[in-house]
C-alpha cells in the first residue's frame, strides 16, 4: 500500500526503502485503476442490489436511465482516502437530482464500528455500503481510493484514482450522456460460491508469481493444505494506522515461516490484489525471506470466495479436501495457534 498525496507519498517510500519522488504514489494508484478502466470504460455497469449501513436499499440497476452514479472505494485506515474526503462530500452536496453519489468502504480490514465512528468524525453525509466482496469484484477494485463513474446510459464512463480534473470532467459528462442505452445494461454478475469450514476445498489450480500452477487438490501430492491470506503491505502500511492488524499480519508470517519447513504440510501464500502487484509480492517475499509459494488474487475472487474480509487468515484444509478450520486476527497472538492447527491434522 503507498500512500497519496503531499508528503505522505514520501513518508511511505520510506518506509518500504523505496527511493521515490513525491508522485510515486499518486501515479502508481492511478496506473493501477486506469488498467482497470481500460477494461470496464464504455461496458455496461453491472445491475447490483446494496444496503446502506442505515438500512436502505439501493438499486444500481434501477438508477441506470435515469441517473449517472458515482461509486468511491474507500476505507478507515486508507490515508489517501481521507485526504480526499472533502471532495467527495461537496459532489454529493452538489449532486443534484441527476447524479447518485455512493461511499463503498471495501470491507477490507474495516468493520461496521469502525466506519460508523469514521462517519461520525468526518460529518460524511452520503449513503454509506460496506461491500462483501462482490462490488469490489465486479468493479475490478484494485486501489483505495478508487472512482467508479456510470454514465446515464448505464456505462461506465471512468474509473480512476485521483480526485482531480478528469474525475470532475468524467462527472460532467456522465450527467449528460444520453439515457437511450440503460437497457443494454449489464446483468447482475452471477454469485460466487462459497467455501466455509467443513466445506470441501474446490478442484482449481492458480499461477504463483514463478509462473507455475499451485493445484488445491494434488492427487501425487496428497498433504493436507494450508491456505495463507496477506496483503504485502499490512506489517508497514498498517502499523499507525491499525497497528493491532500490523502485529497479527507481522505474527501470521512469522509463525508461517518456522511452520513451513515442516515437510507434511504444503503452504500457498494467496496475497490481496488491493494496492498489491505480482512486483510488490516479489519485494515482499525477498524482504521476509519468504519460502512458501505465493499468488496474486488480483482479482478479489478467492477473498470473495473464502469469505476472507481481513488480512491476515488463514484456512486449513485436511488430507480430505475439507476445510477444518479459519485462522486470523487475535488467535495468532497466541504462539501455538497455528502450530496446533498442523498438529491437528
Known amino acids: 500500500m503507498r500512500r497519496a498525496g503531499p508528503g505522505a507519498a514520501i513518508v511511505f517510500a520510506l518506509v518500504l526503502g523505496i527511493a521515490a519522488a513525491p508522485s510515486l504514489a499518486e501515479t502508481s494508484g492511478q496506473a493501477l485503476a486506469q488498467d482497470v478502466g481500460r477494461r470496464l470504460v464504455g461496458t455496461p455497469a453491472p445491475r447490483m442490489l446494496l444496503k446502506t449501513i442505515d438500512g436502505q436499499n439501493i438499486d444500481l440497476g434501477a438508477l441506470y436511465g435515469k441517473k449517472a452514479v458515482y461509486l468511491k472505494f474507500w476505507a478507515t485506515w486508507c490515508v489517501p482516502c481521507r485526504q480526499q474526503m ?31 465512528k469514521y462517519r461520525q468524525k468526518l460529518g460524511i453525509s452520503m449513503p454509506i455500503v460496506i461491500d462483501d466482496g462482490s462490488l469490489g469484484a465486479a468493479f475490478g477494485l484494485r486501489v483505495t481510493p478508487q472512482h467508479i463513474v456510470i454514465g446515464r446510459d448505464g456505462r461506465v464512463e471512468y474509473v ?15 450527467r449528460s450522456e444520453s439515457a437511450a442505452d440503460h437497457s443494454q445494461s449489464a446483468a447482475s454478475p452471477p ?25 488445491f487438490h494434488d492427487s501425487a501430492d496428497p498433504r493436507p493444505l494450508v491456505l495463507v491470506f496477506l496483503s504485502p503491505w499490512c506489517e508497514s502500511y498498517l502499523a499507525t494506522t491499525r497497528p493491532a492488524v500490523a502485529s497479527h499480519c507481522r505474527r501470521m508470517r512469522e509463525q508461517v515461516s518456522e511452520l513451513a519447513q515442516v515437510p507434511d504440510v504444503r503452504w500457498l501464500g494467496v ?14 517475499r525477498q524482504k521476509y525471506a519468504v519460502k512458501l509459494p505465493l499468488t496474486l488474487d488480483a482479482s478479489g475472487t478467492l477473498f470473495h470466495a473464502f469469505d476472507i474480509s481481513e488480512t491476515p487468515a488463514a484456512l486449513v484444509v485436511d488430507r480430505t479436501g475439507r476445510i477444518v478450520r479459519k485462522i486470523g486476527g487475535e488467535e495468532l497472538e497466541t504462539p501455538t495457534t497455528m502450530r496446533s492447527a498442523i498438529v491437528a491434522l
Open 160 to 174: 480512476g484514482h485521483l480526485a482531480d480534473a478528469r474525475l470532475d470532467a468524467a462527472l460532467v459528462s456522465a
Open 271 to 284: 496475497a490481496s490484489g488491493l494496492w498489491a502487484t505480482t512486483e510488490d509480492l516479489r519485494d515482499y
Open 191 to 215: 454469485p460466487i460460491r462459497h467455501y466455509r469450514v467443513g466445506d470441501q476445498l474446490p478442484d482449481r489450480a492458480v499461477p504463483t508469481i514463478d509462473g507455475r500452477r499451485f493445484r
Open 86 to 116: 472533502p471532495h467527495f462530500e461537496h459532489a454529493y452536496e452538489t449532486a443534484g437530482s441527476d447524479l447518485a453519489v455512493i461511499a463503498v468502504d471495501t470491507g477490507f480490514n474495516d468493520s461496521l464500528e469502525e466506519v460508523q
